[in-house]
Every structure is written in structure tokens, then in C-alpha cells.
């Protein structure tokens, strides 16, 4: 059973098209992220939601846009795709907000913009 | 502003050796501390956390942690390290507060490399 799973793994699309990646959790958890991890690697937080309201909104342009129908799920939605959007991007939840409880990753979208 | 250090891009050890990955961090408060790892091309695993009790930390695959307080470190360690620890870990950070949500801030990640 995938606890965190995202869709698609990899998407290849062009500069200037609108794209989703969609994530859906079967933990149970109430809270839910989306991380962009770049091409250093370096893994940083864009939202975070829980019981589908918006708790976390770093600086991340307007084109990205979250989605959560209910706590379970968490799509991210990009309109007007850039080369900079390319990166490796993960969905991740986890149990009480404010807690020391740790985060569960799903296996991440690799996007690529052309 | 909370933040976390990984000093070391890269860590190489010998097979059967102990192994040391460092972390150091700054928050406000209390700090609730992390690793994970991440496998190629894949997700970010959970290790061990820190949030209060025991500053030595036992976690999956015989990993452990000594959370160090007037250091400000969380060194993740491990007696004798296999080619298949071979991987890339974060550190990462959350400080405690009575109100309000903390976002975990992560270190940039240090590479370990086990060599055969």
C-alpha cells in the first residue's frame, strides 16, 4: 500500500503550457505539503495545507496554484510553465500541525520544462 | 528565523567504519529535530527525530543521533556504515511553539558515500 502517492512521476511539457500533479495520502494525517526540491537539491517548502486550509504559503509565484478537495488530497496546479519551474516536486503529510511528528514523502514529479 | 547547517557536502567512509553526518541548527525555543534520507530518485525517508527526553536517539537501520543542546548540533551517526547507507540526508528543523504553525526548515543535505 502507497501511503503518499503522487501523479504523474515524470512530466515533460512546454514552456508557457498549464500542467497538474496530483497527491493522495491514505494515512489518516490532517496535514499535507508540497516541496519543490531543485536541481542542488536543496528541498524547500512552497504550501502545506490542513483539513484543506491553506496554513503555509511561501513566496512562490502566482502560477502555482494548490488545490485540496479534502485532507486526503492535494494537487498543485502550474499555469504558464517557465524553464525555472523545473525541478523535482513532493507532496508530503503528516499528523498534528505543531507537533514533533515526522513528515511521510511521496516519490516526488519530476517536471521538465522545454 | 529558524535554519539548519550541513556543513559537509559530502561524506566518505569506509565500509565496516563509523559514520558521521553533521547538523547544526538555530531556532527559537525548543527545537524538534530530524534526518531523513533520500535514496536515488526517490522520496524522503524518515530516520529519527529529537523532540525531548534522551539526547541520544535510536532510528531505523541502526542509525542514532545525539541531540546537544548548548551546541546547537544533532550529529546523526552510525557504528559501522554498509555501501547500501550510501545515500543523501537531510537535516531539518521545527521549533516548538504554543500557537501558530513552525515550518520544518531543511539543512541543504549532505551526500554520504560508502565505499566498498
Known amino acids: 500500500d502507497t501511503a503518499v502517492s503522487q501523479t504523474p512521476k515524470y512530466l515533460v511539457t512546454q514552456m508557457g503550457n498549464d500542467k497538474s500533479i496530483k497527491c493522495e495520502q491514505n494515512?489518516?494525517?490532517?496535514?499535507m505539503y508540497w516541496y519543490k526540491q531543485d536541481s542542488k537539491k536543496f528541498l524547500k517548502i512552497m504550501f502545506s495545507y490542513n483539513n484543506k486550509e491553506l496554513i503555509i504559503n511561501e513566496t512562490v509565484p502566482n502560477r502555482f496554484s494548490p488545490k485540496s478537495p479534502d485532507k486526503a488530497h492535494l494537487n498543485l496546479h502550474i499555469n504558464s510553465l517557465e524553464l525555472g519551474d523545473s525541478a523535482v516536486y513532493f507532496c508530503a503529510s503528516s499528523h498534528i500541525v505543531g507537533e514533533g511528528t515526522e513528515a511521510f514523502f511521496g516519490q516526488g514529479t519530476r517536471l521538465t520544462v522545454v | 528565523a529558524q535554519s539548519v547547517a550541513q556543513p559537509e557536502d559530502q561524506v566518505n567512509v569506509a565500509e565496516g567504519n563509523p559514520l558521521t553526518v553533521k547538523c547544526t541548527y538555530s531556532?527559537?525555543?525548543?527545537?524538534?529535530l530530524f534526518w531523513y534520507v533520500q535514496y536515488p530518485n526517490r522520496g524522503l525517508q524518515f530516520l529519527l527525530k529529537?523532540?525531548?527526553?534522551?539526547?541520544l536517539v535510536k532510528g531505523s537501520y541502526g542509525f542514532e543521533a545525539e541531540f546537544n543542546k548548548s551546541q546547537t548540533s544533532f550529529h546523526l551517526k552510525k557504528p559501522s556504515a554498509l555501501v547500501s547507507d550510501s545515500a543523501l540526508y537531510f537535516c531539518?528543523?521545527?521549533?516548538?511553539?504554543?500557537?501558530?504553525?513552525?515550518?520544518?526548515?531543511f539543512g541543504t543535505g549532505t551526500k554520504l558515500q560508502v565505499i566498498p
Open positions: 531539518a528543523v521545527r521549533g516548538a511553539r504554543r500557537r501558530g504553525y513552525q515550518k520544518v526548515t
Open positions: 529529537y523532540i525531548t527526553g534522551d539526547n
Open positions: 531556532v527559537s525555543g525548543n527545537p524538534y
Open positions: 494515512l489518516g494525517h490532517d496535514t
